[in-house]
Each structure stands twice: as structure tokens, then as C-alpha cells.
């Protein structure tokens, strides 16, 4: 079993940043690729963006690339969501997913990830 601990996220004004954190426990030898997706009431979970598990291939939703960086410490078992220039539109909730099967398709649906953090509300006021 994976644990996945997202951090608070926060409410931030238009055009301002923000970083959240995702902390795992239990058998995190066993994660590779990791995510983070968000969540609007009512709707489905969408991508976000994607790392592999050195860190060396990543994705990004059209939405956020060029905004948003993904990053992760191995040695701390955290994945990273950077956050910048926040819009109204990107308020959600944001969770963080962690894929234990082997093998890499770039991560960007939500089938491909075995756990889930509990999500974590992020709002951005225009």
C-alpha cells in the first residue's frame, strides 16, 4: 500500500503562485510515475500534469504548460506541483496520484495511477 499526503493548498489572487506538495509512505519503492490532476464539483478529474520516475520525462495539460512545473525528490518520496501566473479558472480541487505497474505512457489519464491523495482545494480570485 502507497499513502499519499497532499499539502494545504490555498486561496491566491489572479496571477499570483503557488507550490503544493504531495508526501507518500508505505511501499514507495514500489512508485513510479506520479501526477496531478484537478477536480471541479460535478465534473471529471483532469489532467495535469505527469513525471516519470527519474524525473526525466515529463507532461503537461495544454492549460498550464509553460505555468505549472512538476518535480519530484526521490530521496524525500515528494512530488512537486509549481504553480505560477493562477487564473480563476484554475481552481480546484488538485490531487496528487502515484502509478505502482511498471511502464510509462505519459501519465495522463487517470487509469494509469494506482493511489490517490485525499485532494486538496486550491482557489484563485480574479
Known amino acids: 500500500q502507497v499513502q499519499l499526503v497532499e499539502s494545504e493548498g490555498g486561496l491566491v489572487q489572479a496571477g499570483g503562485s503557488l507550490r503544493l506538495s504531495c508526501a507518500a509512505s508505505?511501499?514507495?519503492?514500489?512508485?513510479?510515475?506520479m501526477g496531478w490532476f484537478r477536480q471541479a464539483p460535478g465534473k471529471e478529474r483532469d489532467f495535469v500534469a505527469a513525471?516519470?520516475?527519474?524525473?526525466?520525462?515529463?507532461g503537461y495539460a495544454d492549460s498550464v504548460k509553460g505555468r505549472f512545473t512538476i518535480s519530484r525528490d526521490n530521496a524525500k518520496n515528494t512530488v512537486y506541483l509549481q504553480m505560477s501566473n493562477l487564473q480563476p479558472e484554475d481552481t480546484d480541487v488538485y490531487y496528487c496520484?502515484?502509478?505502482?505497474?511498471?511502464?510509462?505512457?505519459?501519465?495522463?489519464?487517470?487509469?494509469?495511477?494506482?493511489?490517490w491523495g485525499q485532494g486538496t482545494q486550491v482557489t484563485v480570485s480574479s
Open positions: 496520484a502515484a502509478r505502482t505497474r511498471l511502464g510509462w505512457n505519459g501519465g495522463r489519464t487517470t487509469r494509469e495511477y494506482d493511489y
Open positions: 508505505g511501499r514507495t519503492f514500489s512508485i513510479g510515475a
Open positions: 513525471i516519470s520516475w527519474s524525473g526525466g520525462s515529463t
